[in-house]
Protein backbone atom coordinates (compact mmCIF):
# COMPACT_ATOMS: atom_id res chain seq x y z
CA UNK A 1 0.00 0.00 0.00
CA UNK A 2 0.77 3.81 -0.23
CA UNK A 3 3.51 4.87 2.17
CA UNK A 4 3.06 8.25 4.17
CA UNK A 5 5.94 10.03 5.64
CA UNK A 6 5.96 13.38 7.56
CA UNK A 7 8.42 15.44 8.40
CA UNK A 8 10.31 16.90 11.03
CA UNK A 9 8.30 14.87 13.66
CA UNK A 10 8.84 17.62 16.34
CA UNK A 11 8.89 21.18 16.00
CA UNK A 12 8.79 23.62 19.10
CA UNK A 13 8.14 27.14 18.13
CA UNK A 14 7.64 30.91 19.53
CA UNK A 15 4.33 32.30 19.32
CA UNK A 16 3.68 34.31 15.94
CA UNK A 17 6.19 32.15 13.93
CA UNK A 18 5.65 30.29 10.38
CA UNK A 19 6.28 26.94 10.06
CA UNK A 20 6.00 24.36 6.86
CA UNK A 21 5.41 21.00 7.46
CA UNK A 22 6.25 18.35 4.96
CA UNK A 23 4.21 15.19 3.85
CA UNK A 24 5.95 12.78 0.57
CA UNK A 25 3.91 10.01 -0.44
CA UNK A 26 5.00 7.03 -2.21
CA UNK A 27 1.88 6.59 -5.20
CA UNK A 28 -0.16 8.76 -7.25
CA UNK A 29 -3.20 10.03 -5.09
CA UNK A 30 -6.68 10.09 -5.33
CA UNK A 31 -7.34 11.42 -1.85
CA UNK A 32 -4.95 13.59 0.37
CA UNK A 33 -6.24 14.72 3.86
CA UNK A 34 -4.26 16.82 6.58
CA UNK A 35 -5.93 16.86 10.27
CA UNK A 36 -5.41 18.57 13.39
CA UNK A 37 -4.87 16.66 16.19
CA UNK A 38 -6.23 18.96 19.06
CA UNK A 39 -5.11 18.13 22.63
CA UNK A 40 -8.52 16.85 23.34
CA UNK A 41 -7.87 13.74 20.57
CA UNK A 42 -10.48 15.59 18.26
CA UNK A 43 -9.36 14.91 14.72
CA UNK A 44 -9.94 17.70 12.95
CA UNK A 45 -10.50 18.29 8.91
CA UNK A 46 -8.25 20.89 7.95
CA UNK A 47 -7.60 20.37 4.14
CA UNK A 48 -8.93 17.76 1.11
CA UNK A 49 -6.16 18.14 -1.21
CA UNK A 50 -4.98 15.72 -4.01
CA UNK A 51 -3.47 18.53 -5.96
CA UNK A 52 -3.22 22.42 -6.32
CA UNK A 53 -2.95 25.13 -3.32
CA UNK A 54 -6.12 25.80 -0.83
CA UNK A 55 -5.90 28.33 1.72
CA UNK A 56 -7.74 29.01 5.03
CA UNK A 57 -7.13 31.92 7.49
CA UNK A 58 -3.68 31.48 8.59
CA UNK A 59 -2.90 27.99 7.22
CA UNK A 60 -2.41 27.16 3.95
CA UNK A 61 -1.68 23.51 1.76
CA UNK A 62 0.13 23.04 -1.13
CA UNK A 63 -0.06 19.42 -3.03
CA UNK A 64 2.55 18.48 -5.67
CA UNK A 65 1.31 15.48 -7.46
CA UNK A 66 3.76 14.62 -10.05
CA UNK A 67 6.43 14.81 -7.28
CA UNK A 68 4.61 13.33 -4.62
CA UNK A 69 4.93 16.00 -1.32
CA UNK A 70 2.62 17.96 0.07
CA UNK A 71 3.35 20.84 2.34
CA UNK A 72 0.68 22.88 5.32
CA UNK A 73 1.94 26.23 5.63
CA UNK A 74 1.15 27.71 9.33
CA UNK A 75 1.79 31.26 9.82
CA UNK A 76 1.42 33.74 12.92
CA UNK A 77 1.65 30.70 14.94
CA UNK A 78 -1.04 30.77 18.24
CA UNK A 79 -0.42 28.73 20.96
CA UNK A 80 -3.88 27.08 19.79
CA UNK A 81 -1.95 25.09 16.91
CA UNK A 82 -0.52 23.30 19.16
CA UNK A 83 -0.80 19.53 18.50
CA UNK A 84 -0.17 16.89 16.25
CA UNK A 85 -0.45 17.60 12.34
CA UNK A 86 -1.58 14.02 10.12
CA UNK A 87 -1.45 14.25 6.52
CA UNK A 88 -3.13 11.19 5.12
CA UNK A 89 -3.27 9.76 1.74
CA UNK A 90 -5.53 7.45 -0.34
CA UNK A 91 -3.99 5.59 -3.88
CA UNK A 92 -6.52 2.95 -4.12
CA UNK A 93 -10.14 2.66 -5.54
CA UNK A 94 -13.26 4.42 -4.31
CA UNK A 95 -13.64 3.14 -0.75
CA UNK A 96 -10.16 3.02 0.02
CA UNK A 97 -9.94 4.06 3.45
CA UNK A 98 -6.75 6.79 4.12
CA UNK A 99 -3.18 6.03 5.15
CA UNK A 100 -1.65 7.87 7.49
CA UNK A 101 1.44 9.38 8.30
CA UNK A 102 3.27 9.52 12.00
CA UNK A 103 2.83 13.11 12.74
CA UNK A 104 4.03 16.01 13.13
CA UNK A 105 3.79 16.95 17.07
CA UNK A 106 4.08 21.29 16.91
CA UNK A 107 4.29 22.96 20.01
CA UNK A 108 3.91 26.77 20.50
CA UNK A 109 5.18 28.60 23.02
CA UNK A 110 3.33 31.92 24.37
CA UNK B 1 -25.11 18.42 10.40
CA UNK B 2 -24.16 16.50 14.08
CA UNK B 3 -21.25 15.08 12.24
CA UNK B 4 -20.15 11.24 13.02
CA UNK B 5 -21.41 9.96 16.55
CA UNK B 6 -19.55 7.27 18.60
CA UNK B 7 -20.17 5.80 21.55
CA UNK B 8 -19.33 5.42 24.85
CA UNK B 9 -16.81 8.22 25.03
CA UNK B 10 -14.66 6.03 27.09
CA UNK B 11 -14.31 2.35 28.57
CA UNK B 12 -12.69 0.51 31.19
CA UNK B 13 -13.36 -3.15 31.00
CA UNK B 14 -11.26 -5.84 32.84
CA UNK B 15 -9.12 -8.49 30.23
CA UNK B 16 -11.40 -10.90 29.04
CA UNK B 17 -14.98 -8.86 29.38
CA UNK B 18 -16.83 -7.95 25.88
CA UNK B 19 -16.52 -4.49 24.23
CA UNK B 20 -19.00 -2.80 21.85
CA UNK B 21 -18.03 0.47 20.27
CA UNK B 22 -20.74 2.22 18.51
CA UNK B 23 -20.70 4.48 15.00
CA UNK B 24 -23.34 6.87 13.82
CA UNK B 25 -22.19 7.95 10.33
CA UNK B 26 -23.44 11.53 9.15
CA UNK B 27 -26.62 10.69 7.07
CA UNK B 28 -26.19 10.13 3.46
CA UNK B 29 -22.51 9.00 3.93
CA UNK B 30 -22.44 5.31 2.97
CA UNK B 31 -19.06 4.32 3.28
CA UNK B 32 -17.71 3.55 6.76
CA UNK B 33 -14.09 3.40 8.32
CA UNK B 34 -12.82 2.26 11.53
CA UNK B 35 -9.57 3.44 12.73
CA UNK B 36 -7.33 2.37 15.77
CA UNK B 37 -4.60 4.82 17.55
CA UNK B 38 -2.23 3.68 19.64
CA UNK B 39 1.47 5.27 20.06
CA UNK B 40 3.40 2.61 19.01
CA UNK B 41 1.14 1.84 15.60
CA UNK B 42 -0.13 5.53 15.11
CA UNK B 43 -3.32 5.89 13.15
CA UNK B 44 -4.44 2.33 11.28
CA UNK B 45 -7.44 1.19 9.24
CA UNK B 46 -9.05 -1.75 10.75
CA UNK B 47 -11.95 -2.35 8.46
CA UNK B 48 -13.89 -0.46 5.92
CA UNK B 49 -18.10 -0.74 4.25
CA UNK B 50 -19.00 0.64 1.50
CA UNK B 51 -23.23 0.62 1.28
CA UNK B 52 -23.18 -1.45 4.65
CA UNK B 53 -20.98 -3.81 2.82
CA UNK B 54 -17.13 -4.80 4.61
CA UNK B 55 -15.10 -3.97 1.97
CA UNK B 56 -11.27 -4.81 3.50
CA UNK B 57 -10.98 -6.19 6.61
CA UNK B 58 -7.09 -6.68 6.79
CA UNK B 59 -6.37 -4.44 9.12
CA UNK B 60 -8.75 -6.05 11.90
CA UNK B 61 -6.06 -7.18 14.03
CA UNK B 62 -7.29 -11.06 15.46
CA UNK B 63 -10.34 -12.97 15.18
CA UNK B 64 -11.46 -11.64 18.48
CA UNK B 65 -12.48 -8.57 16.93
CA UNK B 66 -15.41 -8.00 14.90
CA UNK B 67 -17.10 -5.46 12.87
CA UNK B 68 -20.85 -4.91 11.55
CA UNK B 69 -22.61 -2.94 9.68
CA UNK B 70 -26.61 -3.71 9.83
CA UNK B 71 -27.98 -0.32 8.45
CA UNK B 72 -26.80 2.93 7.04
CA UNK B 73 -26.78 4.40 10.10
CA UNK B 74 -24.94 2.10 12.55
CA UNK B 75 -22.43 0.32 12.80
CA UNK B 76 -20.15 -1.82 15.58
CA UNK B 77 -16.60 -2.89 16.28
CA UNK B 78 -16.97 -5.86 19.09
CA UNK B 79 -13.61 -7.17 20.58
CA UNK B 80 -14.22 -10.69 22.56
CA UNK B 81 -12.30 -11.69 24.70
CA UNK B 82 -10.79 -8.06 24.97
CA UNK B 83 -6.50 -7.92 26.22
CA UNK B 84 -4.54 -5.02 28.12
CA UNK B 85 -3.22 -4.57 24.47
CA UNK B 86 -6.24 -3.45 23.01
CA UNK B 87 -5.73 -0.68 24.74
CA UNK B 88 -6.26 2.35 22.35
CA UNK B 89 -8.75 4.94 21.00
CA UNK B 90 -10.75 3.80 18.54
CA UNK B 91 -12.19 6.40 15.47
CA UNK B 92 -15.05 6.02 13.39
CA UNK B 93 -15.11 7.85 9.90
CA UNK B 94 -17.87 8.02 7.50
CA UNK B 95 -18.02 9.97 3.47
CA UNK B 96 -19.82 9.47 0.33
CA UNK B 97 -18.88 7.29 -1.95
CA UNK B 98 -20.38 8.69 -4.85
CA UNK B 99 -19.81 11.06 -7.41
CA UNK B 100 -16.11 10.58 -6.62
CA UNK B 101 -13.79 11.60 -4.01
CA UNK B 102 -14.27 13.39 -1.10
CA UNK B 103 -13.14 14.08 2.22
CA UNK B 104 -13.09 11.62 5.57
CA UNK B 105 -15.05 12.65 8.22
CA UNK B 106 -14.14 11.42 11.78
CA UNK B 107 -15.91 11.27 14.97
CA UNK B 108 -14.67 11.90 18.32
CA UNK B 109 -13.30 8.64 19.50
CA UNK B 110 -13.41 6.34 22.21
CA UNK B 111 -10.99 5.70 24.60
CA UNK B 112 -10.60 2.21 25.62
CA UNK B 113 -8.62 0.77 28.37
CA UNK B 114 -8.63 -2.61 29.25
CA UNK B 115 -7.08 -3.58 32.61
Known amino acids: GIQVEQSPPDLILQEGANSTLRCNFSDSVNNLQWFHQNPWGQLINLFY???GTKQNGRLSATTVATERYSLLYISSSQTTDSGVYFC????????????FGKGTHLIIQP | DAGVIQSPRHEVTEMGQEVTLRCKPI?????LFWYRQTMMRGLELLIY????????DSGMPEDRFSAKMPNASFSTLKIQPSEPRDSAVYFC?????????????FGNGTRLTVT
Open chain 2, 27 to 31: SGHNS
Open chain 1, 88 to 99: SACSGGGADGLT
Open chain 1, 49 to 51: IPS
Open chain 2, 49 to 56: FNNNVPID
Open chain 2, 93 to 105: ASRPFEGGWSPLH
